[in-house]
Every structure is written in C-alpha cells, then in structure tokens.
C-alpha cells in the first residue's frame, strides 16, 4: 500500500490477484505524512521537519489513530514492539554515527522518549537504514555489512554489537532485517537487484547462513516494512520460495523467485536477472489486514 499524492486516500495492492483498490482516509489531508513502519495491521507515520517530527499510528482500515509525543532527532530506522494499543508496547528508533549509535525509545503510558547511546569501539556498523526487529524482547538493528546492534530494553537498559564472523555478501546495495517463524532473517539485494540472497541467523554460532529454499514460505518486502507469511492452506499453488517487492513491471507487482533465481510477475510472463526496467514506489508498505475496533482508552498513548 501507498499514500496518494493528495494524501486523502490510500491505495492497496494485492500482489497475488494483481488488482488495486482505494480507501479514503481524509484524517491525512494535509498533514505531509511518510510511512515509516508497519506491523500488525497499523502504520507508523510522521509529519512535520525532520529534526522535529511528529509521530502517530493509523489504522488505515478502521481509521484509528493513536498520537506520539514528538521526538526531535533524526532517525535511520523506527520499530514498535507490539500492537500500540497494548500495554507493552514500545516504540524504539535509532540512528547511525561515525562513533556510536543514538537510541530513543517510549513505552505506552510514558509522556517522554528516553535517550541512550552506544560506542561502536572499533567494529565496523554502518547503517542500513533498515527498520529495528523486536525478536524474544530484545531490538536486533542489523548494519549494512550484516554485523548487529542489540538492544535491551529491559529495566537495566543495555546495547552491545555483534561482529558476525564473515559479512554474506559483497557489492550490498541495500540490507533487511524481518523474523520468520521465530527465526532472525536476512536480505541483501545487489546494485539494480543483480543478485537478492536470504540468510537466517543461527543463534548457536552468531553467524549468518545462506537459504537457497524457504519452501512454503513467502517473503514481503520493501523499505518500511517485512513481513513473512505461509503459502499452506491458500489455493493458489505455487506462491512459497517468493520474496514479493514493492517494485512494478508496468502494473504488475514483481517477485523473487529463489528457484529460478530471477525476477518474474504472475501475470504478464515478465522475467527478469535484474529489476532495472521495473518502478519502486518510495515509502509504500506491506500490511496485513486489521479490522478489530478499540475503545476511546484504547486509542490513547498517554494514561491518565
């Protein structure tokens, strides 16, 4: 999905129907608003300059809307914990300097972000820019050469890095991180898509090993958002092994298929070693699906 250039609608994209459709959603007229994450059917936007933001979830398909209070920094990537009408959701973002990494984070309830930072000391982390991923209560901020910023958000608040034993691949164009069935995984796409690679984190060893078949599982993604589903139970055959993109043949959304290693669409017969003849909608987002209503306290970040 994506904001219209009006900014009063949105538009939806199913990439395994191929078709489009619209929603209004006039609460986003003229606010400037850029998508920066979404998890569990709501969306992270922010509005205003970029060194005092304001930031607020929407539900784009209940149009609920849940105020932040501002945080005044840059930020490479932004992530919430879970659902923003939990009580234990957390929102944490960060960004990447020469020396260290600054974080900010909220919880629900709170009035305020709190501050922390870390010194790389040596280890190489440059940024991906590639959103944090909440996985068994911590933060994993993965950089671009693979290496990984963790973050406790517990009551002793801690970061350390982790330098990977090799980095998994080079002439890295863009890094992602997402977590599949309980697993910390990796995508690495090369200049103009010329190669995209999956890895999974082994635990055991803190190293990165290569998936050359995610069998029934389906990838999503694109520069806001990760998601990770199972083509079991669905009728159309033949949707697992994909990492579908945010990037378009014409007006057909394109794959990745590990099995052929190529770039294909499920209509046109587009295929493809590379995405350099296709289009990539900045700040569009995979989501899923959220109908449930909530309650006036509900939809209130601050408790009074």
Known sequence: M??????????????????????????????EPIIRCSKHGWLLIS?????????FFLNPFTNERIDLPKVRFLQDGISFSSPPTSSDCMVICYAVFL???????????????????AEKKGIHFKSSYSNPVYH???????????????????PRRSTKFMSLPRRPCASIRRGHLLESRGKL?????????????????????????????????MLFLSSTSLLSA?????????????VFLDRFS????????????????????HNSSDWSD???YTYSTWIEPNLEKHNEKELQWLTW
């Open 136 to 154: 068994q209560g911590l933060f994993y901020i993965m950089g671009m050469n693979g290496n990984l910023c963790i973050h406790d958000p517990g």
């Open 185 to 217: 995984l990796s995508v690495f796409t090369g200049p103009v898509g010329r190669f995209l690679r999956v890895f999974e984190l082994k635990q055991t060893t803190m190293a990165w090993k290569e998936l050359h078949n995610l069998e029934d599982t």
């Open 250 to 269: 014409g007006r057909d959304g394109i794959f990745y298929s590990l099995a052929t290693r190529k770039f294909h669409t499920f209509w046109s017969g």
């Open 99 to 117: 020396a260290y990494v600054t974080l900010y984070s909220i919880r629900r309830g709170n009035y305020s972000w709190a501050y922390s930072s």
């Open 2 to 31: 994506h904001i219209g250039n009006n900014n009063e609608l949105v538009k939806f994209f199913d990439p395994i129907t191929n078709s489009t459709s619209t929603l209004p959603l006039p609460s986003l007229k003229a606010t």
């Open 278 to 280: 296709t289009k990539e």
């Open 230 to 242: 199972t083509s079991s139970g669905v009728e159309i055959s033949g949707l697992g092994n994909k």
């Open 47 to 55: 509005q205003g300059s970029s060194g005092h933001q304001q930031l």
